[in-house]
């Protein structure tokens, strides 16, 4: 069941260089539970790996990496206000999202077009376009990579928060999500509260839109606005939009009062990253085989033959101007490894 020194390459939407020393395909539950009845099991090193779109490759991977395709979707059943709908770790996530939509299971519209798998999505809690991953989420199926047990961790136990959950805190790496189950709302309110998805909307003549319309419409937004990974290798948002407390942004809001900002319901204060980014002189910028995308400065694009030291090089670049002209700290997006 385990290969040895498999090239990695090819499963990072980075296009980063690196292999695994050991490297197995997960397919089913039980493949898994056998796996960890070898004695193999408990000497190495594990990661696990999804669709490789939130992912830094820093070099090569000593252990064993466990690349998930647990397959399946399927509704599990109606309750009166809500469809409660099941999907393997292992499948596309943006696939499962159309294949809801088909069936009349709306909610997850906006989330259209992320890369990566729906067992990967909530580790990071994925969101976009005013809406977050966890407000879909009822629980996930779980194996406990030290026991071999089942755990179902229901959305509370998740600690979900903005681009963070449990997986990515304390429990990382110690979880293989086998299956997320959602509880996707019968009573259905468009939310479109972004501006582009506004006007992506006014530009195709629609005034009611369904859920599939919003979904075709950022298809379309991200499209342009987004490297294609197969042409660029990138992991989207390099780094988290910075939260900042009011006295922070005050401060900055008086210096730079053009600087876009949201306020959150606690009350702090999130900055558009991909503007202190641009002002500071970064967007579009080469260096060597890394760049700041051009559309987007929150986005970093491998332009050919980067490693991973050269991402993070560029990376820390950005994050010390960014300190040094706003005093604003950047915090990476992507897992590390
Ligand atoms: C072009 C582009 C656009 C993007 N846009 C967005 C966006 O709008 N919003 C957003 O939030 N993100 C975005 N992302 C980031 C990324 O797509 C998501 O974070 C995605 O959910 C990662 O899933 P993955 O399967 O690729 O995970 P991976 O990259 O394979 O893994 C990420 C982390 O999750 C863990 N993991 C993966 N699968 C499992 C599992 N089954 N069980 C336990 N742990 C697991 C890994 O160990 C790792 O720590 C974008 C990325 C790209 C390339």
Redesign the pocket.
Known sequence: MLKRNVPLHHL???GLPASASWFTTISTPTELAALIDTAEWHYLER?????????IFTGDFAGLVLH?K?HGMELVREDSDAWIVRAG??ER?HSFVYWTLAHGWLGLEN?A?????V???P??????YGIEISERVQCLE?VDLKTGKTVIFDRSACQFSY?DSV??GDA??R????AVVFRLPKLWEPLINHIDVIKELEAMKICNPTARNIADAIVAI?TRK????ERFG????FFKNPVVDSATFACLASQYPEMPYYIQPDGMIKLAGGWLIERCGWKGRKFGPVGVYEKQAL?LVNCGGASGRDVLALAFAIQKSVQAVFGVKLVH???L?
Request: hydrophobic fraction near 45%.
């Open positions: 990072n939407t980075f990661f696990i790996l999804g669709g490789g779109s939130n992912l998930v647990i770790a292992g996530w989330l077009f992320i890369p990566g798998t067992g990967g999505a580790v990071q809690n994925i969101g976009a779980t681009r997986f990515k990382a790496g979880y293989l999500i086998n991200r987004l490297p294609d990974p990138n992991a989207g948002s986005v997006e992507p897992v490894l």
